[in-house]
């Protein structure tokens, strides 16, 4: 694990059951885009948004409790791992840079 990162097992960190998915997604790799409206729906309401990865899904919400962006990642249906992160822009370097920037 590089300095710095923030990694939470899947058994102590998973997105909290009663979120409902967002419509939209709230960051690509395709253009290393973050959607900040949707980012600022994530924030206000009990939801979760994708990010869409090539060679994986990530499934994104804001933890209220620990105030910080929190990403599962998935690949093949199976939750690999769950990142946090102070900003979205510093949750997708740290995804990107393990599961890929494409």
């Given at each position: 694990?590089r300095?710095?990162?923030?990694v939470?097992?899947a058994?102590?960190?998973?997105?909290?059951?009663n979120?409902?998915?967002h419509?939209k997604?709230?960051m690509s790799n395709c253009?290393?885009?973050?959607d900040?409206?949707?980012a600022?729906?994530?924030?206000?309401?009990?939801?979760f948004?994708q990010?869409s990865?090539?060679?994986?899904?990530?499934k994104v919400?804001?933890?209220?409790?620990?105030?910080?962006w929190?990403?599962?990642?998935w690949?093949?249906?199976?939750?690999q791992?769950?990142v946090k992160a102070d900003?979205l822009?510093e949750?997708?370097?740290t995804?990107?840079?393990?599961?890929?920037?494409n």
């Amino acid at each position: 694990m590089r300095p710095g990162r923030q990694v939470i097992m899947a058994e102590i960190l998973t997105r909290p059951e009663n979120y409902t998915e967002h419509h939209k997604v709230v960051m690509s790799n395709c253009f290393h885009e973050i959607d900040e409206t949707v980012a600022k729906l994530l924030k206000k309401k009990e939801l979760f948004a994708q990010y869409s990865g090539w060679g994986f899904c990530g499934k994104v919400w804001w933890n209220r409790e620990l105030k910080n962006w929190c990403c599962e990642i998935w690949r093949y249906r199976s939750h690999q791992e769950t990142v946090k992160a102070d900003s979205l822009k510093e949750l997708m370097e740290t995804v990107s840079n393990d599961y890929g920037w494409n």
